[in-house]
């Protein structure tokens, strides 16, 4: 009877309050759901701009990389050309040098035989002065001193003035 009574005395308002009231639970409820769609938007938005963020910074990264890359390149073949370059100058100063060591040995050779012949004539000289001294000692004419200093004077001529 209360059921009645209270069907009776709310009337159909009770069914519009209770509908409208589970409407609102709903609504709270789809407000609660748009409001955590909302912070997952959010944080996804956050997510992407910071990915954005990242992507750029290691474009840039790449970028530099690639730019230290060609500079570095770049470098390397300008010092590829430099020790080419010098490599050529070794080169000729290696060939220059063994034409110098083949004129010095020319050189030396040369020096040893001049050497020798010189050696020879100083021998001979100082055999001439030995024989000038000789005359001087047992006391030639002048004549005969003339011809030894030039290396004309015979002894077989010394025999017959004594």
Not at 83 to 102: A, F, G, P, T
Not at 120 to 145: F, G, I, M, Q, T
Request: proline share 1%.
């Amino acid at each position: 009877m209360l059921r009645f009574y209270a069907t009776l005395h709310w009337g159909p308002n009770v069914q519009v309050g209770r509908e409208l009231a589970a409407a609102q639970a709903s609504l709270k409820s789809t407000e609660a759901s748009h409001t955590v769609m909302e912070n997952k938007l959010f944080s996804e938005q956050c997510a992407r701009a910071n990915a954005e963020t990242w992507a750029q910074q290691s474009s840039a990264d790449r970028d530099a990389a690639h730019k230290a890359n060609k500079f570095v390149k770049s470098r390397e073949a300008s010092l590829n050309v430099r020790i080419s370059e010098m490599n050529v100058v070794v080169k000729s100063h290696h060939n220059m040098y063994d034409r110098l060591e083949n004129r010095f040995q020319l050189a030396l050779r040369s020096n040893e035989i001049l050497t020798k012949e010189v050696n020879h004539d100083l021998v001979r000289w100082v055999k001439r002065l030995e024989k000038v001294n000789s005359a001087l000692s047992s006391r030639l004419d002048p004549e005969a001193l003339v011809l030894m200093v030039k290396g004309e004077f015979s002894f077989s001529m010394c025999s017959s003035v004594s």
